[in-house]
């Protein structure tokens, strides 16, 4: 369903170096396949999540979702693709303070330039036990309910993979549990393939797959 | 959720930012409204005065000076002109030009709570020949009474008040007044007039005049001429005018048995508010300030016009009120509301301003929601849109209460402007001008907004979300 090829991908420093961050030959995610991907900070775990939504352009190679080039795609294209099948969650849930539980799931919907199904969302909302928070702002919830509003918000417009960049990141341990269980729940009563980042041992010891970028970004290893 | 709704939930998340700049806007756009409004009922009211008559003659002077003085009972009134004058408009040369011929004699007053009222002497065919406006398709419209009747030409002490009047001051049908001689509060007291009719508001300056009978205004002491002073109507230099409009002549009402018995007109007769038979003023004695002419047709009027005019030995001057209406508004009243327009169009730039600086100032706190917006796979035109159109909703709601707020102080402050000008104002009354503000303060907004719109446009989303 994933197949990143041959990506490469550098930043210029402020010096004018080139600083490569993606050197990666091949990896791949099967449909409603659940991996962790782990690694040390700044190997670039979040570039690659970026890179495979569409929010970051790479160097070279190839991202292919269900065979489309992400790639070859113009930023307008990448951006309709991520609304209509990339789910992100985020690690500080970044739910919008201005709108509701509801609105916030509703806003996921928003941008796919398909027609917007209220019910859905709450049916989303409820399947996570937040039926009675509907119309409460993030500000009004607990962070447990936050990062269960932005599950929804991910899954809204029933994504065909869903990145989780560090979701458990700002949960204390009591919540992180809760938070795994829903996102791997969540991702299988829907078949939504899912991409998650963690340092968390105690997270990434509960999946089959877990990938260490080192091993994958030849960048990383070196 | 439409980009509208995002933007509005925008709006209402910073609700005090937005409702100070929302509120600048529409205090900028109430000023607007008000100069636009006020213009226009000015403009419109200013013309209307002076409608269902074609001319005004009067002695020679400030023509603008007898306009205002005759329609919008304003300034000192002119030089009087005999009564013999009048009569060319009713049996002289120019009575196969004229229509109807409305005599007014002008200089007295009447005051109630601090304010001055003018008392208009003339006859009843000024609510009965003349046709005070039009309605839009053309039909006249004539003077009605709220309660009571015309004033009789025998009871010469009969007089109707106009409706502004009969507000202020709480006079009614019944009750009767007493003119002051001049047109200060503190000029002697004259004999009293009855009322007998209160008129329907006009929306003209003749809602703030009381009308009294010109025959009953004859007898009253200084109204009348000296009959030894009958070939002294030479005009008086203007100092000696301005300073006492009718000093110069004899106070006349004790001696008004004399006066009668030394003409050689036969005496007409009327009554006084006692039902007392009374005698009337000699012609030869009377003069009128100006004459309202109603010709028989637009032709004779500017025939009429050139005859009077043109007469090197005329004592008398005609004006045409409309033209000089139009002079007034011309000269005066359209560069001030020119410079006011301008001014308020300025504040309304300024609030403007103030929606860039508040939005400009905010994207660097709302550049997170901007990227998450990104990433849910919102392109960069759509959260460019959504900034603009939060620009847009700001702009077009401070403006929809400004445009209600412009028209509530108009209602506020008519009853004042009314009473103190009798010009009406309508706060219902919407001007065609107002149809562009809305689509001007979208253009405005969008100008305003393009650079917060920009930034969001340009927004590094990876490096937002980090």
């Known amino acids: 369903m994933l197949h990143v090829e041959k990506v490469r991908k550098s930043y210029r420093e402020p010096s004018g170096e080139e600083l490569r961050i993606l050197d990666i030959p091949e990896f791949r995610l099967a449909t409603g396949e659940q991996v962790v991907l782990r690694g040390r900070s700044g190997c670039g775990k979040t570039t690659l999540l970026n890179s495979i939504a569409g929010l970051t352009t ?56 398909q027609r917007r199904d209220p019910k859905r969302a709450a049916e989303l909302l409820e399947k996570v036990g937040l039926s009675h928070r509907l119309h409460h702002k993030p500000q009004a919830l607990s962070v447990g309910e936050q990062q269960r509003v932005a599950v929804a918000r991910a899954l809204a417009n029933k994504p065909l993979l869903l990145l989780a960049d560090e979701p458990t990141a700002n949960i204390d341990p009591a919540h992180q549990q809760q938070v795994i269980d829903l996102l791997r729940e969540a991702c299988l009563s829907e078949s939504v393939a899912m991409l998650l980042v963690t340092h968390a041992s105690e997270v990434s010891d509960q999946f089959e797959r877990v990938e260490y970028l080192e091993q994958i970004n030849r960048v990383a290893a070196a | 959720m439409s ?35 006020v213009h226009s009922i000015v403009d419109r009211q200013f013309s209307q005065f002076a409608q269902g008559y074609h001319l005004i003659v009067g002695g020679k002077g400030g023509a603008m000076q007898m306009v205002l003085s005759t329609v919008y009972h304003l300034d000192k009134a002119l030089y009087p002109i005999p009564w013999s004058y009048y009569e060319q408009f009713t049996e002289g040369e120019y009575a196969s030009l004229t229509d109807v011929a409305v005599p007014y004699c002008l200089g007295d007053s009447f005051s109630a709570d601090d304010q001055t009222f003018r008392v ?22 004539g003077y009605t009474f709220r309660d009571g009747r015309n004033f009789k030409s025998d009871q010469f002490f009969e007089a109707v008040i106009g409706s502004v009047v009969a507000t202020h001051t709480g006079l009614k049908v019944g009750d009767i007044f007493n003119p002051t001689h001049g047109i200060g509060a503190d000029g002697d007291k004259h004999e009293e007039f009855k009322i007998v009719g209160v008129l329907e508001p ?37 100092a000696d005018y301005v300073a006492d409009l009718f000093g110069w002549r004899v106070a006349l009402f004790d001696g008004i048995e004399s006066s009668i018995e030394t ?63 139009t002079k007034l508004l011309g000269t005066f009243v359209s560069p001030i509301q020119l410079v006011l327009l301008v001014l308020t169009i300025l504040i309304v730039l300024v609030a403007a301003i103030g929606i860039f600086v508040s939005i400009y100032n905010s994207m ?38 400004g445009i209600a707020m412009g028209h509530a102080l108009i209602g506020l402050a008519s009853p004042f402007v009314e009473a103190r000008t009798g010009v009406a104002l309508d706060m219902f009354q919407f001007d065609v001008q107002e149809l562009i503000l809305i689509p001007a303060l979208v253009v405005l907004a969008a100008l305003v907004g393009f650079l917060p719109a920009l930034s969001a446009y340009r927004t590094d989303v990876a490096k937002s979300l980090n």
């Not at chain 1, 992100?88 to 941008?111: D, H, I, P």
């Not at chain 2, 002497?121 to 020949?129: E, G, N, Q, S």
């Not at chain 2, 901007?370 to 403006?399: K, N, Q, Y």
């Open chain 1, 58 to 113: 790479v160097d070279a190679g190839a991202i292919r979702i269900r065979d489309v080039d992400i790639t070859r795609l113009p930023e307008a294209g990448r951006d309709r693709f991520r609304a209509r099948h990339i789910g992100y969650v985020f690690q500080t849930f970044n739910l919008l303070a201005a709108f509701t539980a509801l609105e916030n799931v509703m806003l996921g919907m928003t941008f796919t330039g």
């Open chain 2, 3 to 37: 980009f509208w709704k995002i933007a509005w939930r925008n709006m209402q998340h910073r609700a005090l930012a937005s409702t100070l700049t929302g509120l600048s806007m529409a205090l900028g756009v109430a000023a607007v409204i008000c100069v636009i409004v």
């Open chain 2, 120 to 141: 208009v002497a003339t006859t009843p065919d000024l609510f009965d020949k003349i046709q005070y406006t039009t309605q839009a398709d053309g039909t006249p419209i």
């Open chain 2, 202 to 238: 006009t929306g003209t300056a003749n809602d703030r005049a009381l009308f009294a009978n010109m025959e009953g205004f004859y007898l009253l002491e200084g109204h009348a001429l000296a009959p030894e002073d009958k070939k002294k109507q030479e005009l008086p230099d203007e």
């Open chain 2, 263 to 325: 003409d050689d007109e036969a005496p007409r007769y009327g009554y006084n508010i006692m039902g007392e038979r009374v005698a009337a003023l000699p012609e030869s004695q009377r003069e009128v300030t100006s004459i309202l002419v109603l010709c028989k047709s637009d032709m004779h009027a500017g025939t009429l016009e050139l005859l009077i005019n043109k007469n090197p030995d005329s004592v008398a001057q005609a004006v045409s009120p409309l033209s000089q209406v």
């Open chain 2, 364 to 401: 660097n706190e709302r550049s997170r929601d901007i990227a998450v917006m990104r990433a849910l796979g919102a392109s960069r035109l759509a959260v460019m849109l959504i900034t603009l159109f939060e620009s847009i909703l700001l702009s077009v709601c401070g403006g929809l209460v």
